[in-house]
């Protein structure tokens, strides 16, 4: 007797997230049953207004490609119109990826929901992980597959990869790297949820370090920060997210790279903008940093 299909449900709304998507559709025993996404501009809980979503990507030009059922989130996960929809497309599993709202207990009540989360849980829990972990100097991440449950990122894994980083990423070659990992991780373990030989492993709670989302006011720099914390701290933040950012006679100015100089600028306060021969240089606590992009007006 030849087995059924394993249907999937997809809640997605990034470029990641449609990664993620396409390379599901590539697995011949996979059926996609519905497709669920959000608009670029929503709301979050940090913020009165909404926030947009600088890696959006729009899922529904694929769901008419492929005749996969679509739905738009507009107001909540919990909304009868929206559950309604996962209902019907009667899911073995959901899988979560590039999603930015909390799986309620009535989706996890459906199906299995399994999620993508970009650190080594349970480290890097929250939001951000790469960010974060790019600002606080660390030399690897990583990419976990894991089951939801009702806690942050606190499910059982079923599966993990580790992913350099380098001195030399930015947040886009760190992403870039994350996503094929990514991709590796949902190409190896379709197979075992299609044969019902996925294992899971718990997480160690004790380890666990938990971050806040980050907006886009928090990327204004320190320049009471070392040099090498600053430069970092510019990699970690620059397109194709807001960038990091300081004020210059009252205009926001964003720098989108920048490097460690060995200009020395005696007696200037951390903050000090120098301009020589066209190239522009901000003083910091141990030196000074020079700005190789940024926004019109230094």
Same mark, same amino acid.
């Given at each position: 007797?030849v087995k059924?299909?394993?249907r999937i %449900?997809?809640?997605g709304?990034?470029?990641?997230?449609?990664?993620?998507i396409?390379?599901?559709s590539n697995?011949?025993?996979?059926k %996609?049953v519905?497709?669920?996404?959000a608009?670029q501009n929503?709301? !979050?809980?940090?913020?009165k207004?909404k926030v947009? $979503?600088f890696?959006?990507h729009d899922f529904?030009?694929f769901s008419?490609e492929n005749k996969?059922?679509?739905?738009?989130m507009? +107001?909540k996960?919990?909304?009868?119109e929206?559950?309604?929809?996962?209902?019907?497309? $009667?899911?073995? &599993?959901?899988?979560?990826?590039g999603?930015?709202?909390?799986i309620?207990?009535?989706?996890?009540?459906?199906?299995k929901?399994?999620?993508?989360?970009a650190s080594? %849980?349970p480290?890097?829990?929250?939001?951000?992980?790469?960010v974060?972990a790019? !600002? +606080?100097?660390e030399?690897?991440?990583g990419?976990?597959f #894991?089951?939801?449950?009702? =806690?942050v990122?606190t499910?059982?894994?079923?599966?993990?990869k580790?992913?350099?980083i380098?001195?030399?990423?930015?947040?886009?070659?760190l /992403?870039?790297? !994350?996503? $094929?990992?990514?991709l590796? &991780?949902?190409s190896e373990?379709?197979?075992?949820? /299609?044969?019902g030989?996925?294992?899971l492993?718990d997480q160690?709670h004790?380890?666990?370090? &938990?971050?806040?989302?980050r907006?886009?006011?928090d990327g204004?720099?320190d320049? +009471?920060?070392?040099?090498?914390?600053?430069?970092? #701290?510019?990699?970690?933040?620059t397109?194709?997210?807001p960038g990091?950012y300081?004020i210059?006679?009252g205009k926001?100015i964003? !720098?989108w790279k920048?490097?460690i100089?060995?200009e020395?600028f005696?007696?200037a306060?951390?903050g000090?903008?120098?301009?020589? $021969?066209e190239t522009?240089? #901000?003083?910091?606590k141990d =030196?000074?940093?020079e700005?190789?992009?940024h926004?019109?007006g230094i």
């Amino acid at each position: 007797m030849v087995k059924a299909d394993l249907r999937i %449900l997809f809640f997605g709304a990034s470029k990641f997230g449609f990664k993620v998507i396409q390379e599901i559709s590539n697995y011949k025993n996979a059926k %996609l049953v519905g497709i669920i996404s959000a608009p670029q501009n929503f709301r !979050i809980s940090y913020s009165k207004k909404k926030v947009k $979503n600088f890696l959006f990507h729009d899922f529904e030009a694929f769901s008419n490609e492929n005749k996969i059922p679509f739905a738009l989130m507009k +107001n909540k996960m919990d909304d009868d119109e929206l559950f309604n929809f996962g209902k019907r497309s $009667n899911p073995d &599993i959901i899988i979560v990826a590039g999603w930015y709202h909390m799986i309620t207990k009535k989706w996890r009540k459906l199906a299995k929901c399994y999620g993508l989360h970009a650190s080594l %849980l349970p480290k890097y829990s929250g939001g951000a992980p790469l960010v974060w972990a790019m !600002i +606080n100097n660390e030399k690897e991440t990583g990419i976990s597959f #894991f089951e939801m449950d009702s =806690g942050v990122d606190t499910g059982k894994i079923v599966s993990q990869k580790k992913v350099e980083i380098s001195p030399n990423d930015t947040i886009q070659t760190l /992403y870039e790297k !994350i996503q $094929n990992s990514a991709l590796e &991780i949902i190409s190896e373990t379709l197979p075992m949820f /299609y044969e019902g030989k996925v294992t899971l492993k718990d997480q160690d709670h004790s380890k666990r370090t &938990i971050y806040p989302q980050r907006k886009p006011s928090d990327g204004e720099i320190d320049w +009471n920060k070392s040099s090498e914390y600053i430069e970092r #701290f510019i990699r970690a933040q620059t397109k194709p997210y807001p960038g990091a950012y300081t004020i210059v006679k009252g205009k926001k100015i964003r !720098i989108w790279k920048a490097k460690i100089s060995k200009e020395k600028f005696e007696d200037a306060l951390p903050g000090k903008l120098v301009k020589r $021969n066209e190239t522009s240089f #901000f003083t910091t606590k141990d =030196g000074c940093i020079e700005v190789l992009d940024h926004e019109a007006g230094i």
